[in-house]
């Protein structure tokens, strides 16, 4: 299938630091989106970048689309404890618009 | 709360059971949306339904899955003679036709001895 490939699959960081997870795709996606899913919780969608090249920022977070629309990343500057969790990007596709999610980045974030 | 809602949050079950669970969309959506997540996975796409009709299925459901959707609002999906290879998280979330983002309910964490 056209899957979404997602790196690391594991990051722990010292809180204060920064943290990013990349996302790559061997076709060119029409879109990207970010999810969060906290220890316990569910998929809690965070933004959707559509353009090539596009940057949109939340606070300390930063979405990145690339270029060839092949690659997204995100951004965290200064990690918070509240920052935990895993992030899954996902691709839009089909005619029902189902996501296909990347296997996620593990977020440990040392107080 | 008029978020996503599911019923049951855990479900246990013998081998060979039947099982199903319930999704109560965002009251005005009319896109559902079933994924199933293990652990370490993000979720997988099962099936889409747009009111009441069932529009598309993964190949990941098998014979032995079976969602409906009959008024175009709650939704329910069977598991028939479960194994233990289906145990993990079903989530379901719901969207607007012509809106990308999708909202997810708490999901049911299903367990197969």
């Known amino acids: 299938g056209q899957q979404v490939m997602q790196i690391p699959q594991y990051q722990h960081v010292q809180e204060g630091e920064d943290f990013t997870t990349y996302c790559n795709s061997s076709?060119?996606?029409?879109?990207i989106q970010w999810y969060k899913q906290r220890p316990g919780g569910h998929p809690v969608f965070l933004i959707q970048?559509?353009?090539?090249?596009e940057v949109k920022k939340q606070k300390r977070l930063t979405f990145q689309f690339g270029e060839a629309k092949k690659n997204s990343s995100l951004h965290i500057t200064a990690t918070q404890t509240t920052d935990v969790g895993t992030y899954f990007c996902?691709?839009?596709?089909?005619?029902?618009?189902?996501?296909?999610f990347g296997s996620g980045t593990q977020l440990t974030v040392l107080p | 709360d008029t978020g996503v809602s599911q019923d049951p949050r855990h479900k246990i079950t013998k081998r060979g059971q039947n099982v199903t669970f319930r999704c109560d969309p965002i009251?005005?959506?009319?896109?559902l949306y079933w994924y199933r997540q293990t652990l370490g996975q993000g979720p997988e796409f099962l099936t889409y339904f747009q009111n009441e009709a069932q529009l598309e299925k993964s190949r990941l459901l098998s014979d032995r899955f079976s969602a409906e959707r009959p008024k175009g609002s709650f939704s329910t999906l069977e598991i028939q003679r479960t194994e233990q290879g289906d145990s993990a998280m079903y989530l379901c979330?719901?969207?607007?036709?012509?809106?990308?983002?999708?909202?997810f309910g708490p999901g049911t964490r299903l367990l197969v001895l």
């Open positions: 970048l559509v353009k090539s090249g």
């Open positions: 996902a691709r839009v596709s089909g005619s029902a618009r189902q996501l296909t």
């Open positions: 076709t060119t996606l029409s879109n």
């Open positions: 979330a719901s969207s607007l036709v012509g809106a990308e983002t999708q909202y």
């Open positions: 009251s005005e959506h009319n896109r």
